[in-house]
């Protein structure tokens, strides 16, 4: 595992629990409008923090915290994420796992082992592969994505907690195409408006959607501001 980042405690990274949050670093996407470069490029990586640190951590405060979440970067592409997640569940902790639904194998491995609680799964666009490859940095295949369309599926028949989720951007989504999101993926699914900042490609002509317009996505979706 190569983590780059631990946040002790939150109250909001998995609903309903008081977690720890790992953050993985690497990602096999290239989404511009991403607001984690460090985590993503290479060239701005930092020293990783050891796993066993964490796990003492851990260990040592599991009575202040019931879960664990684990995100990125994209945690799918570290192949030792079984045994890391093994460790934290002989804890008694629940695990939340974000994932961007590019490495399926290792998803059913997860829950076949009953490994994750819970799992959330970005959905960058449409089920266009036209459509989705603008939206992680045009280096989607059409292998990667059908592994994509096999870990919707998956995660639906799962029978885990779950949630689909959308960070919608002006430039990149249009209205139509956030309802035809919410037809297919309710109820579990939400959309969180882009936020202009320190994003992985700072030319793009990305931009957040006006109050007028969230206003009226907000009639059929659930939003996060
Ligand atoms: S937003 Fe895209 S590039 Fe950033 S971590 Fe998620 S999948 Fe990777």
């Given at each position: 595992?190569?983590?780059?980042?631990?946040?002790?405690?939150?109250?909001?990274?998995?609903?309903?629990n008081?977690?720890?949050?790992?953050?993985?670093?690497?990602?096999?996407?290239?989404?511009?409008?991403?607001?984690?470069?460090?985590?993503?490029?290479p060239?701005?990586?930092?020293?990783?923090?050891?796993?066993?640190?964490?796990?003492?951590?851990?260990?040592?405060y599991?009575?202040?915290?019931?879960?664990?979440?684990?995100?990125?970067?994209e945690p799918?592409?570290h192949?030792?994420?079984p045994e890391?997640?093994?460790?934290?569940k002989?804890?008694?902790?629940?695990?939340?796992l974000?994932t961007?639904?590019t490495?399926p194998?290792?998803?059913r491995?997860?829950?076949?082992?009953?490994?994750?609680?819970?799992?959330?799964?970005?959905?960058?666009?449409i089920l266009?592969?036209?459509?989705?490859?603008?939206s992680?940095?045009?280096?989607?295949?059409?292998?990667?994505?059908?592994?994509?369309?096999?870990?919707i599926?998956m995660i639906k028949?799962?029978?885990?907690?779950h949630?689909?989720?959308?960070?919608?951007v002006k430039?990149?989504?249009?209205?139509d195409?956030?309802?035809?999101?919410?037809?297919?993926?309710?109820p579990?699914?939400?959309i969180?408006n882009?936020k202009p900042?320190?994003?992985l490609n700072?030319?793009s002509?990305?931009?957040?959607f006006p109050?007028?317009e969230?206003?009226?996505?907000?009639q059929?979706?659930?939003i996060?501001?």
């Amino acid at each position: 595992m190569h983590i780059a980042g631990f946040q002790k405690q939150s109250l909001i990274d998995y609903p309903g629990n008081i977690s720890s949050v790992i953050f993985t670093q690497g990602c096999n996407f290239r989404c511009g409008y991403c607001h984690n470069p460090t985590l993503v490029l290479p060239e701005y990586f930092e020293a990783n923090i050891n796993p066993n640190e964490i796990l003492t951590y851990i260990k040592k405060y599991q009575n202040l915290l019931n879960a664990v979440v684990i995100t990125g970067g994209e945690p799918t592409i570290h192949r030792d994420l079984p045994e890391f997640i093994t460790k934290l569940k002989e804890l008694g902790l629940k695990v939340k796992l974000d994932t961007n639904g590019t490495h399926p194998h290792v998803l059913r491995k997860l829950i076949d082992a009953k490994l994750i609680d819970f799992v959330a799964m970005d959905i960058k666009h449409i089920l266009s592969l036209k459509q989705y490859n603008k939206s992680v940095g045009n280096i989607l295949t059409k292998e990667i994505f059908q592994k994509v369309i096999y870990s919707i599926a998956m995660i639906k028949q799962s029978g885990l907690e779950h949630e689909f989720r959308t960070t919608i951007v002006k430039g990149l989504h249009t209205i139509d195409e956030i309802r035809s999101l919410k037809l297919q993926f309710s109820p579990n699914y939400k959309i969180q408006n882009y936020k202009p900042g320190k994003t992985l490609n700072p030319q793009s002509l990305f931009a957040s959607f006006p109050d007028e317009e969230l206003k009226l996505m907000d009639q059929i979706c659930s939003i996060t501001y």
